[in-house]
């Protein structure tokens, strides 16, 4: 099924403009660069104060947990075991599984429908995209972006339940 995906992704959603518009959203994925400027964005009212400090804390450990598992699961990227297809952006390294983009990106639209639900739903449209330009680019697995989408709300729900303590 994975493969099946990335070939009809490959085959049939490239085009100019799709190209920029995916590259520039794994960018703005890239170390959780939108979801640290929300937070910053966050941290300066005192009433949202506390979910700042959950986005990062999320964020931070949905990160930490997926660099660990990635040389557990040791799965190589697309773009290795299927070598021909250009990379639009810089080769990344390391492993595939699971995907740290899509782990910071569902960890942080977590807290953020928490935070307020048109905001949240928002952020989850954001990183569905961010997750499906891994896809796009040829990087990542559709199994990788579910399983970092899964591990980004666990760890978002961790932090909220340590955070109630």
Not at 2 to 14: G, M, N, S, T, Y
Not at 23 to 37: E, F, P, Q
Not at 98 to 109: E, I, Q, T, V
């Amino acid at each position: 099924m994975d493969l099946a995906i990335l070939k009809f992704v490959q085959e049939h959603c490239r085009n100019r403009f799709t190209d920029f518009v995916f590259t520039l959203l794994s960018r703005m994925g890239n170390a959780g660069a939108v979801w640290i400027l929300t937070a910053v964005f966050l941290w300066h009212r005192s009433e949202t104060r506390h979910f700042a400090f959950m986005l990062f804390f999320s964020i931070a450990l949905a990160h930490l947990i997926s660099q660990i598992l990635k040389p557990v699961i040791a799965r190589p990227r697309p773009f290795m075991t299927y070598p021909g297809h250009p990379l639009l952006i810089h080769t990344p390294g390391g492993y595939s599984c699971p995907s740290g983009h899509s782990a910071s990106s569902f960890a942080a639209a977590t807290i953020l429908c928490v935070a307020g639900r048109n905001f949240g739903l928002a952020a989850f449209f954001l990183a569905v995209a961010i997750a499906f330009s891994r896809i796009f680019l040829f990087v990542h697995y559709p199994s990788d972006t579910l399983i970092g989408a899964a591990l980004g709300v666990l760890c978002a729900f961790f932090i909220m339940y340590l955070y109630t303590l």
